[in-house]
């Protein structure tokens, strides 16, 4: 089954914060996660401790899911993010590509929502330590 993007967008889509805590970056946990369908196979979880360019102080945690088509790459901390590609290691360089890209993108306003100021200090705590 392949998945369509829009379909991975709902699929990862959360609540905002302040709905679902896990009381340390307000972001979802556990069961409160949005389900992928049955079609997709999760795999175990991986601590990548590099982005794109940056090294990180503290790893975060990636599960790669595949799929009949392709691999979704997510972390479990960063819900709505996401990387696809054709293989596992595409999937988790594309994540490591747009984590790294909203990394950039919050360190350029102080102007952000609260779940994006949470995800702001979540990666600040993974990239400067």
Known sequence: MAVAAEDINRWLSHSPASSVSNGYYGMPTGSDLPKLPPSVT???ALLVWSLATLHLQRPLSV???ADDAAYIARCPD????YGYGESEHEAVE???REIESLWADLQEDAEFSEEFL???RFLTRCIQG
């Open 78 to 81: 960063l819900p709505q993010l």
């Open 63 to 65: 599960l790669v899911e």
């Open 42 to 44: 999760p795999a175990p």
């Open 118 to 120: 949470a995800v702001k």
């Open 94 to 96: 594309s994540l490591q």
